[in-house]
DNA sequence: CATCAAAAACTCC
DNA sequence: GGAGTTTTTGATG
């Protein structure tokens, strides 16, 4: 039994992401669908006005990411998951835009060198990506591994960071 | 509620 | 190409 959340199209360069926020703050981020996104529950006459000022911060952090850029601030994020998710999700943030790493030296950023499989798993379940940069992670010899939003994605997000692959 | 089995966006030999 | 490590998730008793 999950709360509502309500989804707000976040319009950037690179299309209409779907940024969904709970009672807390930023729940979740999705892609650019190709078909626009069925029924948008929300007008604006229903979000509350502290969510519109979220999404405002959100769009703006989004726009950076997609040029590049680390955002100046972030909007509260109500990050669900286990303490395993949430270590690996908070080292993730951690890394500088326009740099790569591993899921092998996440493992290691969070003091279990071996769990590098277990920390795919946990960027897979991130529910924010982009502002939490699952993209910038690769494998350990450079292949770009997997994204929940497609490779396409991640590798246009490499690229506006000027990241090779 | 406790236990078992299988899978995962990996890494190393 | 195969085995190894950690965590999550769903099935089973």
Redesign the pocket.
């Known amino acids: 039994m999950n709360k509502p959340l309500i989804t707000i199209q976040a319009i950037t360069p690179d299309g209409e992401f779907a940024a969904s926020y709970s009672e807390n703050g930023l729940a979740e981020l999705s892609f650019p669908k190709a078909r626009r996104i069925a029924s948008l529950p929300a007008k604006n006459d229903i979000v509350p006005a502290r969510i519109r000022a979220w999404h405002r911060v959100t769009e703006t952090a989004l726009k950076s990411v997609l040029a590049g850029r680390a955002p100046k601030i972030f909007p509260p994020l109500d990050l669900v998951g286990?303490?395993?998710?949430k270590t690996v999700w908070n080292a993730l943030r951690e890394i500088p835009a326009g740099k790569t790493s591993?899921?092998?030296e996440i493992a290691r950023a969070i003091g279990?060198p071996?769990?590098?499989?277990?920390?795919?798993?946990?960027?897979?379940?991130?529910p924010i990506?982009v502002l939490v940069p699952?993209?910038r992670?690769l494998?350990?010899?450079g292949?770009i591994?997997?994204?929940?939003g497609g490779l396409a994605w991640k590798r246009t997000l490499l690229a506006s960071e000027g990241v090779e692959v």
């Open positions: 286990t303490d395993f998710q591993s899921y092998g279990k071996k769990a590098v499989r277990a920390v795919g798993g946990a960027c897979g379940a991130n990506p699952c993209h992670v494998a350990a010899d292949r591994g997997g994204f929940s």
